[in-house]
């Protein structure tokens, strides 16, 4: 679902990129051909607020969160900010020595605060990169000896995501946004190993 989600909003990005204008936080069109008075200091025109439920599920897969982002638009081309989320992910990894009709499974809960720094290159388009922080408790059926439901382990885990990503403008200051990433660090504890892209996407208002 996810994947379908980006493929739409590129598609719609390349179809209309050269006819459409570059939006300012007011969404009025031509903000980099308008000539403005630069204010000093904190300017709230500039501040950037998003977030995005995520749910994904499929063969007994379970993923189920929340994220919220805030931000501030340091440059016309140039944003970055704080990020917290949350994702409960559940997953079937054996099954049950004295049932083998019974699936086990393992259960995560994630708790990932980050920043992120995104730079707009060509109109809606952007580099990205975000470094996230993992903080989980999981939970399986078995240990490595064997041991059936051993005690939750908490452990954590460093992210670092670069990639590139769309801005499909919706009306007034919103946005919906989607990127294409990937975790270059691939600690040994990370949800995303082993490495493979993967995507990530939300609402903001004034990105």
Not at 71 to 100: E, M, Q, W
Not at 159 to 165: K, N, S, T
């Amino acid at each position: 679902m996810k994947n379908l989600i980006f493929v739409l909003i590129l598609c719609a990005g390349f179809t209309y990129a050269s006819a459409q204008d570059v939006y300012n936080s007011s969404g009025k069109p031509g903000y980099h051909k308008q000539t403005k008075k630069k204010k000093k200091g904190y300017d709230p025109d500039k501040l950037i607020l998003g977030g995005m439920p995520n749910l994904d599920f499929g063969n007994g897969f379970v993923d189920v969160g929340v994220s919220a982002i805030v931000g501030y638009r340091l440059t016309d081309h140039f944003s970055a900010g704080l990020g917290v989320g949350y994702l409960y992910s559940k997953s079937p990894i054996a099954y049950d020595p004295n049932n083998s009709n019974n699936i086990l499974y393992q259960n995560e809960n994630i708790i990932y605060p980050n920043l992120w720094a995104r730079y707009f290159f060509y109109r809606n388009f952007f580099a990205t990169a975000t470094y996230e922080y993992d903080i989980i408790s999981q939970k399986v059926p078995f240990d490595n000896f064997g041991n059936l439901y051993p005690p939750t382990s908490h452990f954590t885990n460093s992210c670092l995501f670069v990639g590139a990503g769309y801005r499909w403008h919706i009306a007034g200051r919103l946005s919906f946004y989607g990127e294409l990433v990937y975790d270059v660090l691939q600690g040994k504890n990370s949800p995303y190993y082993p490495g493979q892209p993967t995507i990530h996407f939300g609402i903001a208002a004034g990105l």
